[in-house]
Structures are given as structure tokens and as C-alpha cells.
């Protein structure tokens, strides 16, 4: 059960037959080091995201509850949903992001066709989309780029998800 009433908890998971509480790391670091996720000029980790809103679209609650104080730690403000349906939702209510950030594998609406209604519709057209994907191939990169995603990043590679996050919101902001 990725899912946690309290903080500092991810939730827990059978491990080894085992009931284990995943602890969220990044909670603990913050509090016991404040400036644990600082560079050594005493800058924030992640300042060019600095409350930058990200909609993080994902149908595994693991990736969510993993992803989303990473992201909160870099400066990003985050809004997770289970699926592409709910991020569509939150465009009819007149929601506003700086980036969105995709699963591809999710069932019902994939990633690609959720990229692909992104793109179609005014509201959303210009803000920066990243695929999140265990599936890496160049077919892969080449399927996300025709779909609308600006980058396309290995699901377990949160270093280059936050390059990936800042490069893009820089890039798409001196675009505008």
C-alpha cells in the first residue's frame, strides 16, 4: 500500500515476506539537514524550477508517491493524477501548468494519445510535455516527438528527469 497517512511515509510493501514501512527518504533529509539539497554556493537544488507547476500523469501510485517529493525537494510545485482522463479534467477547469510530465504505459488513454490531445486543444498546445518511459529505443524517442512530447526520459532516471525539467522550462520560456 503506496499510499501514507503520515509524514516522512511512502506507505508500506511486502518485502521477503515481510510487511516493510517504505520510509520517504527526502522528508528526513530535509528536516535533519536543511540545507541537505543545496549546492555548495548555498543555492536551492533545482532553483531554475523554483514554483514552477508541474502536472505529473501516472497510473501507478509507486511512481507518484516516488516521484512526487523528488520534485517537490528540486522546487516544483506537483500535481499527480492516475491518469490521462484526470489531467484532461484539470484543462476543462481552466488548470494551468508550466510542464507536464507522462507516463506512456498506462491503460485506457496511453501516453502518446494523451500527448497527441495535449497538442490538440489551445488551453495546453504550447506547454512543454517530458514522456516518462521504461521503453527507451530510438523508436521510442522518434513515436514520443511525433506524439508532442518536447523529451522523452527513462522512467527510473530521476537525475535526468530534473535536467530534462529544467532544460525544457528554460528552453520553453525563451521561446515565449
Do not use: C
Amino acid at each position: 500500500e503506496l499510499k501514507a497517512e503520515q509524514a516522512g511515509s511512502l506507505g508500506s510493501a511486502v518485502i521477503s515476506s515481510k510487511a516493510t514501512e517504505v520510509i520517504d527518504v527526502g522528508h528526513f533529509l530535509n528536516q535533519a539537514f536543511s540545507d541537505w539539497f543545496k549546492t555548495q554556493d548555498g543555492q536551492a537544488f533545482g532553483e531554475d524550477g523554483a514554483g514552477k507547476r508541474v502536472l505529473l500523469v501516472d497510473d501507478s501510485p509507486f511512481f507518484l508517491n516516488m516521484l512526487t517529493p523528488l520534485l517537490e525537494v528540486a522546487g516544483y510545485r506537483v500535481t499527480g493524477v492516475a491518469d490521462p482522463k484526470a489531467a484532461l479534467e484539470l484543462r476543462e477547469a481552466g488548470e494551468a501548468f508550466d510542464i507536464i510530465i507522462s507516463d506512456i504505459e498506462m491503460p485506457g488513454m496511453d501516453g502518446f494519445v494523451f500527448a497527441e490531445e495535449v497538442r490538440r486543444d489551445s488551453r495546453w498546445h504550447d506547454t512543454p510535455l517530458v514522456a516518462l518511459s521504461s521503453h527507451t529505443n530510438p523508436k521510442d524517442f522518434d513515436r514520443g516527438r511525433e506524439a508532442g512530447f518536447n523529451d522523452y526520459v527513462a522512467k527510473f532516471d530521476s537525475d535526468a528527469l530534473l535536467n530534462s525539467l529544467n532544460q525544457t522550462i528554460s528552453i520553453a520560456g525563451s521561446a515565449a
